[in-house]
């Protein structure tokens, strides 16, 4: 008898259990969309440059001024080939009165660093020599831009331009920044030249589009 009572008992605690069960609302997780952050990703992150100009100068490093004289005598020579009657034209230019140094020349020097190590490039732009009629530079004042770099403490000549201005840009190719010469070549028409650094050839090298 005692054990009948026992289970009637069970089953009445077991029943109002499942009776409680069924009328508690059932919480269903409810499903939240995450937002993904998007990335975008480059093959070449741009830095930001700060901006450098070309500052005129008055003088060269003394181990320079022979290495831009050599280069001079030879923008003149090569420039003056179809009109050389086999003298020298120094000497034809300067009547003999030459003396073998930057100071038959007129110019202008200009520098800046162009690859941020702290040590800065020179530019030489060349007017003309012996105080004769302008012979480097045209009507438009077209005409070379001779860019110069100290390379494992050796003076050398890294790039030839051509134009009328010459502007350091904020880009860089290999270790130099780019430089942008402008040129007219008439009073209306004006063409510009963007030069990059090749770091195998170690010298400027004009952009062919």
Not at 27 to 55: G, N, R
Not at 104 to 119: E, P
Not at 157 to 182: C, E, P, W
């Amino acid at each position: 008898m005692k054990k009948a009572l026992f289970v009637v008992v069970l089953l009445a605690v077991a029943g109002g259990a499942f009776w409680f069960y069924q009328q508690k609302p059932v919480e269903v997780p409810v499903e939240t969309e995450v937002p993904v952050k998007e990335t975008v990703t480059t093959s070449t992150e741009k830095k930001s440059l700060e901006v450098v100009v070309f500052q005129k100068t008055k003088e060269l490093p003394s181990r320079l001024s022979a290495v831009v004289l050599a280069g001079l005598d030879a923008q003149l020579e090569e420039g003056g080939k179809e009109n050389s009657s086999g003298q020298s034209m120094k000497k034809n230019f300067c009547d003999g009165k030459e003396t073998g140094t930057l100071s038959d020349y007129d110019y202008t020097i200009y520098s800046a660093d162009l690859n941020g190590d702290g040590v800065v490039e020179f530019v030489v732009e060349p007017y003309s020599i012996c105080d004769s009629t302008e012979f480097f530079r045209g009507a438009s004042n077209n005409g070379p831009y001779l860019v110069y770099a100290e390379q494992k403490g050796v003076w050398r000549m890294v790039g030839n331009l051509f134009g009328n201005s010459l502007q350091i840009l904020d880009t860089l190719h290999g270790r130099y920044r780019d430089l942008k010469a402008s040129a007219h070549l008439s009073v209306d028409s004006e063409t510009t030249t963007v030069y990059h650094w090749n770091d195998k050839m170690l010298q400027y090298e004009e952009v062919v589009e």
